[in-house]
């Protein structure tokens, strides 16, 4: 069952994660960088493999694609992208700060919808429904049967996100419908798969990315944070954390424990482009 509040909190961390992102690198990316042809995995090369992942994703738009829904928009660079490339599109995402940027990058280029995509009715239907990186916040039974909804006939999904890998135990790092299950509900709703391309490869080292960042500076300033507040209120900080015992142990090990990374995600992950075209 899909549950507003989980949405709330990852929005959250996209909107912590633009302001990073825009203080540290002058980008509004948000996606996974796409890491290959030699480019050193650091920190300041991140929006060059975010350009390069943008590149690989419209590479793979169908010759003839003309309208585009974009899910999920983020703050609106792949859409102002599409615009660029001739594309009539429109975006939908729930109302967050998020949208508000993409509202003011793209202006009245684009109509922009606030809604949940499960939610959405739009008034026309499109050459393409697009989703980077947002397939996997759409509950399963919806996101795939409510796209091809709105597809003109012969029409495409293109998907470019991580799944989870069949047989796998649960994984330290959350997110992903199964792949087996998506591939079941794709030939049941005879969606034809006309491209599947395995880049977990060159996506799995944002993890190493992301631990590094927390290892030198999230892990630091969490403790200088909780040093600061046992010198201040240590009685309180002790109540604080011994009714939150299970929920704070949870998030260190969630971030501070050096799980989240390259060789974890690629254990249990996979990430895909696909393209599927809608049947008849």
Request: contains cysteine.
């Amino acid at each position: 069952m899909y549950v507003q509040k989980d949405f709330r909190s990852r929005d959250i961390g996209l909107e912590t994660g633009l302001l990073l992102a825009r203080y540290l690198l002058d980008t509004e990316n948000l996606h996974y960088g796409y890491w290959a042809n030699g480019l050193e995995l650091k920190f300041q090369n991140l929006p060059a493999a975010q350009e390069k992942y943008t590149e690989f994703l419209l590479s793979h738009i169908p010759a003839g694609v003309k309208s585009v829904l974009d899910v999920g928009c983020g703050a609106g660079v792949t859409a102002e992208k599409l615009l660029e490339r001739g594309c009539e599109v429109e975006c939908v995402a729930p109302q967050t700060a998020l949208l508000d940027c993409a509202r003011q990058r793209l202006g009245d280029r684009a109509k922009v919808h606030a809604a949940r995509f499960q939610d959405f009715e739009p008034t026309r239907k499109f050459d393409l429904v697009l989703f980077s990186e947002s397939f996997q916040y759409v509950p399963f039974e919806q996101a795939l049967p409510h796209a091809l909804r709105f597809l003109q006939d012969g029409g495409h999904v293109l998907i470019c996100d991580f799944f989870k890998i069949q047989g796998k135990k649960k994984s330290p790092i959350g997110g992903g419908h199964k792949l087996h299950e998506f591939m079941k509900q794709a030939a049941k709703l005879n969606a034809a798969i006309v491209t599947d391309i395995d880049i977990t490869a060159q996506t799995a080292p944002n993890l190493d990315l992301v631990d590094d960042f927390l290892t030198r500076v999230g892990k630091p300033g969490y403790e200088m944070l909780m040093e600061h507040a046992m010198a201040t209120y240590p009685k309180l900080t002790r109540v604080v954390r011994w009714w939150n015992k299970e929920k704070i142990e949870k998030v260190e090990h969630k971030y501070f424990s050096g799980i989240r990374n390259a060789q974890t995600f690629s254990e249990y992950k996979t990430y895909r482009l696909l393209l599927l075209r809608k049947g008849a």
